[in-house]
């Protein structure tokens, strides 16, 4: 039997960066075939997955992400990370599990175990898949340009969830779109460098960035309607070496949400003539680079999938305590295995923070709210009940769908 515990005490002091996770590979392949599951590895890259045919019926894929953050761990936890990893860049970074990843790995781990000892309660076909790369909006296209659905069965249904700072107990599923696509875009801007004392003998990359950053922030708050919703965000802004000396370049780095395909075609165009416009306007020499690095597409749950699926979470959890959060700001690769199965996606929020902090509490919403919350340095899920309620969702959710 796993020790769910301590398995996440392991996965959350041993995380790895995105395509790096082969000690979490290396673990997931073992369970799952002490679970006597055939098992795939290698899968784009470190991806894993493990097969269960158990006669006639559909076949559901249960999804789980398994890559850290280069976030260096503030949680004070016995168990925090002091690991350390090698970024795409090449540089050293501190990795934490800042998104709760070893969560959704230990749950799913433990609703294989579960299912594979009720057999005779079920048939059908189950993929339990353990994604790389999901941080870096990669990972489920890379297994499924390796050949997902040659080496396994095509699932009938695509099934997942994510951990979130509300209370352990509670799960959020949404119809519909339920989290944005997102964009990530570094942007050189070239100058002229020169002294500090004589600006005149320039062309300022700093000023042109400056006013590069101004200007794109503007284009959400008086280029879009009031109904319409969007995130732009410079999150990076790099130049210069010291202080009486300007450079011959700065660089940004962009961050786009968008909840569906056309808005967000308008806004990219926009930051386009953004950069171009403010560089011309600066006089640059040489046209300003736009690089795309990544991209997550829009999560969108089947409507008529979620509704069976919340009948089996709310038998579970209880009816109040399965809960509409709308759609989301945040970003998941895992429609992209719903997509290239052709498959409906069911996809929810998983609650992981202690519900005693929430005992009592007039506004529930605003002490979510001041939690550390995914991403953060201080993110520390409750390992219990956040995995046993990660395993029932899973195993309700799965049921509901086999045979």
Not at 189 to 200: D, I, N
């Amino acid at each position: 039997m796993i020790d769910l515990e301590q398995t996440y005490r392991d996965l959350h002091g041993h995380p790895e960066l995105s395509f790096q996770e082969h000690r979490t590979a290396g673990i997931v392949a073992g369970h799952l075939r002490r679970l006597e599951l055939a098992v795939h590895e290698g899968i784009g890259g470190t991806g894993v997955v493990g097969v269960l045919e158990n006669g006639a019926g559909p076949t559901v894929l249960l999804r789980a992400d398994m890559d850290g953050l280069p976030v260096l761990e503030e949680t004070g936890l016995p168990y925090a990370s002091t690991a350390r990893g090698t970024d795409p860049d090449g540089k050293d970074v501190p990795v934490m599990h800042a998104c709760g990843h070893d969560v959704h790995v230990t749950a799913l781990l433990g609703a294989v175990e579960r299912l594979a000892g009720e057999r005779a309660a079920w048939s059908g076909t189950l993929i339990a898949l353990f994604q790389p790369a999901e941080e870096l909006g990669g990972g489920a296209r890379a297994m499924v340009e390796d050949g997902l659905f040659q080496r396994v069965p095509t699932p009938d249904v695509v099934l997942g969830q994510h951990v979130a700072p509300f209370p352990a107990g509670w799960v959020g599923v949404h119809a519909g779109v339920a989290m944005a696509s997102a964009d990530s875009l570094s942007v050189t801007l070239h100058g002229v460098g020169g002294h500090g004392s004589r600006p005149e003998a320039t062309i300022d990359p700093v000023m042109m960035a400056a006013a590069t950053t101004l200007r794109l922030n503007a284009i959400v708050s008086r280029e879009l309607s009031a109904t319409s919703s969007a995130v732009l965000t410079v999150g990076q802004l790099h130049a210069g070496t010291k202080h009486n000396v300007i450079p011959n370049h700065a660089t940004l780095g962009i961050s786009l949400r968008a909840f569906d395909e056309s808005l967000r075609t308008r806004i990219l165009t926009a930051i386009d003539r953004v950069v171009r416009g403010e560089a011309a306007a600066s006089g640059a020499v040489r046209d300003p680079e736009i690089v795309h690095d990544d991209h997550f597409p829009v999560t969108v749950n089947d409507a008529d999938a979620i509704e069976r699926t919340r009948a089996a979470l709310r038998g579970v959890f209880g009816p109040g305590q399965v809960i509409d959060p709308g759609h989301v700001s945040g970003s998941e690769d895992v429609g992209v295995l719903a997509t290239a199965a052709g498959a409906p996606l069911v996809y929810w929020f998983l609650g992981g923070a202690d519900p005693q902090v929430f005992a009592g509490v007039a506004d529930p919403v605003a002490v979510a709210a001041g939690l550390p919350s995914n991403h953060s340095s201080r993110f520390a899920p409750a390992i219990q009940p956040t995995l046993d309620h990660g395993v029932a969702a899973l195993v309700a959710a799965a049921r509901e769908w086999l045979g």
